[in-house]
């Protein structure tokens, strides 16, 4: 990663912090990944040559930079998707900023009745917008995630209650490893295995 970019991600990482402290109404925070979970994700996509990549919650695009810039490594592409128009214009100018506009396709509304129309399939997929309905896009997903596939969920470990559904969800897989790493706020890590032959 080249020295602009990486100082494009702090002045993010700071914004982000800085709204939040301010910021008393949710909707308005920036809520972005933790900076080591970013690199920690990251290092496993690249690793896994990650390509068809798809996040849930790309808020003013500090995330979605991180996975564009792994795209431009496996030859990727990343599909994003953000409620709030608001967010959605920030991580649009973000990712300009960042010369990354032509790795992501960003889509704006409810992420489940996106995820209901999405083609294709994916072998990254990221949750980071609402907890309570990851579990039903999870089902959703299910017959478009790859063998060998990552499947990732933030804010484990900050917020327990909201996400417990998923965490039952991904367990009941009989297909997928699981487990739940120590960094940033909490992510939970799965991996599709592939079919032994």
Known sequence: MDQ?????????????????NEQ???SKKMLNL????ALFISILARNGRCQRMLEIGTSNGYSTIWWAWVATQTGGHVTSIELSPEKQAMANANLKRAGLSDKVKLLLGDATDIVKSLDGTFDFVFFDADRLSAPEQLKLLLPKIEPGALVLADNVLSHPEQIAGYLDAINALDDFDHMVINV??????????????
Do not use: M
């Not at 940033?184 to 032959?197: E, F």
């Open 4 to 20: 602009n970019l990486k100082a494009l991600l702090s002045e993010l990482e700071q914004f982000g912090a800085d709204n939040d």
């Open 24 to 26: 008393d109404n949710r």
């Open 34 to 37: 933790e900076a080591d979970a």
């Open 184 to 197: 940033g706020k909490g992510v939970s890590l799965a991996y599709k295995r592939k079919k032994s032959t």
